[in-house]
Nanobody, 112 residues
Framework: QVQLVESGGGLVQAGGSLRLSCAASRSMFSMGWYRQAPGKQRELVATITSGGNTKYADSVKDRFTISRDNAKITVYLQMNSLKPEDTAVYYC?????????WGQGTQVTVSS
């Protein structure tokens, strides 16, 4: 079983920044972040492979940056220029094919 430990999140004003971190208990091929707002489906935010290939949702491009430290098996999500519509529970995801693992989620609230 893989453990994912998330940190970061919280309450911030629109235009502010937050950084999320997620540490895995063992090496994973791909790590990333998804989010789920009330009444909406969970959606991709950003992912990064062990080789550094990244993927972003259009809504966060140019505002969010995903990175990872392979030695620490940790993925980071730097979120800048936050908007109220970024408010959601953010979930860390890690993939070691064919398995996918989820963190417990961390709340991000952006006030207007």
């Amino acid at each position: 079983q893989v453990q994912l430990v998330e940190s970061g999140g919280g309450l911030v004003q629109a235009g502010g920044s937050l950084r999320l971190s997620c540490a895995a208990s063992r090496s994973m091929f791909s790590m990333g972040w998804y989010r789920q707002a009330p009444g909406k489906q969970r959606e991709l935010v950003a992912t990064i492979t062990s080789g550094g290939n990244t993927k972003y949702a259009d809504s966060v491009k140019d505002r969010f940056t995903i990175s990872r430290d392979n030695a620490k098996i940790t993925v980071y999500l730097q979120m800048n220029s936050l908007k109220p519509e970024d408010t959601a529970v953010y979930y860390c995801n890690a993939v070691a094919v064919p398995y996918s693992y989820w963190g417990q989620g961390t709340q991000v609230t952006v006030s207007s």
